[in-house]
């Protein structure tokens, strides 16, 4: 019997969860989640800042979003989502319905402690064998005693989109009007005829400006990628990216100015994990998690995984081959290589991605097309048949659905998928 720690009850933690428990004959799963209901980021809250525990507001839902994939493609493989009837594109509380429906058909619950902080997670190595400290404290009560406990092994879980990225901009604390991160967005008409500016044209940046322009004078998305084709509102214009902020200001790179009463800084998140301690031997730089064999495995201690960092992705499938591909190397269903094999594939894989692919060193673990060779890569190497998250069907839905996002972005989201035969 494996005593295996999973940090974090969102969709990675409660999809580590579900493929434990079906072992129960090897595996005893503890999910800590700091907050008091299961679902991590699909957890919305109309607070910023911090909850009523104190804890940082970890969701960065706004309150009309509804999902930028289908939820044909949104599922994990062995529970399809009926929420949300014939919709394809979901709101996020039915999301948040799907994955508390998934804690429910797998009798979930047993092993989730709710309102429970990791507070440190420690590597002690006896006789080369590795277990792990784990520092809990109850989310509640801060002056409590911590609890702490020994385990073979820890997933971390806890999510990649509830620590803002502040970007540095010139004279930024000069500006006179309102700034936020869009982690902090949550309500449209708090922009009720004001001239805002959108900094970042990723998918938050795109989705919140086609939320504000019904409701704001006008809206300017400001970025440096191509320039995102389709109709756009009359009242919404693209421009480039931010050079500088002078009082009520803003100056573009391309020498153009516009007067704003607000700035939303689209800029993505951090990885964060402050629970574990420097003998984890983890850094992040940039958005580069090290050191990591297939973004997963940590290849020194590899009863350490981080399941759910990659990006671009369809990520409950992703995630369930994560997630099998830990529980096979911890049952030894799956050899490992060396840590000098594996390190070496590491950095492989990142210069393939930097001097082929010519992709930016924060985009370390984005996959996008390449996630779902990926994935069938993961189960081949857990020694896994390949199942339903890796049918080609859900890279054709995929490839549809970023087609149209990018030629229909005001209103793809009406499209209806419909699957058939799987």
């Known amino acids: 019997m494996m005593k295996v720690a999973v940090i974090g009850g969102g969709a990675a933690g409660l999809c580590a969860a579900r493929y434990l428990s079906a072992k129960p004959s090897l595996f005893q799963a503890t999910v800590y989640e700091q907050s008091d209901q299961v679902g991590g980021t ?23 979003l509804r999902t930028n994939l289908p939820k044909e493609v949104m599922l994990f493989p062995d529970l399809p989502i009926v929420e949300g009837d014939k919709t394809s594109f979901i709101k996020h509380s039915e999301v948040l319905q799907y994955l508390n429906r998934y804690v429910t058909t797998f009798d979930l619950h047993k092993c989730i402690q709710l309102l429970t902080r990791v507070e440190s997670v420690k590597p002690v190595t006896k006789s080369g064998k590795t277990t792990w400290e784990v520092t809990a404290r ?65 998918n938050s940046g795109v989705d919140i400006s086609l939320d504000l322009h019904v409701h704001a004078k006008r809206v300017y998305l400001s970025h440096l990628h191509p320039p995102v084709q389709g109709v756009l509102p009359g009242n919404m214009q693209q421009v480039s990216g931010i050079k500088a902020v002078r009082g009520s200001s803003v100056d573009f790179s391309d020498g153009r100015s ?11 998140y951090l990885y964060n994990f402050p629970f574990l301690t420097p003998e984890c031997e983890v850094t992040v730089d940039r958005k580069r998690v090290s050191p990591l064999y297939k973004h997963v495995i940590h290849t020194k201690f590899p009863s350490l995984s981080f399941v759910g960092l990659v990006w671009r992705v369809c990520p409950f499938l992703l995630m369930s081959c994560q997630v099998r591909f830990v529980i096979s190397a911890l049952e030894e269903r799956m ?24 992709m930016p060193h924060h985009y370390a673990h984005k996959l996008g097309d390449m996630q779902w060779e990926y994935c069938k890569e993961l189960l081949r190497l857990a020694n896994v048949d390949e199942d339903d998250a890796t049918k080609p069907i859900f ?13 229909d972005p005001l209103n793809y989201k009406n499209r209806r998928y419909e699957l058939t035969g799987i």
């Open 42 to 64: 699909w957890v919305y809250r109309d607070d910023v800042g911090t909850d009523k525990y104190g804890q940082p507001i970890h969701s960065s839902m706004y309150s009309r």
């Open 138 to 202: 109850s989310a509640v009560d801060p002056d409590s005693s911590p609890s702490v406990n020994q385990f073979d092994a820890v997933m971390v879980c806890n999510g990649q989109y509830a620590v803002p990225n502040w970007p540095i901009i010139p004279g930024l604390e000069t500006f006179t009007g309102k700034v936020i991160h869009s982690h902090d967005y949550r309500h449209p008409e708090h922009f009720q005829g004001q001239t805002v500016v959108l900094l970042g044209a990723g």
């Open 258 to 268: 516009v007067e704003a009463d607000a700035l939303i800084l689209c800029t993505g």
């Open 335 to 358: 050899t490992l290589p060396s840590k000098e094999e594996m390190d070496a594939d590491t950095q492989k894989d990142y210069d393939y991605r930097c001097k082929v692919l010519k």
């Open 395 to 407: 890279e054709e839905l995929y490839v549809d659905c970023a087609h149209w996002r990018n030629e």
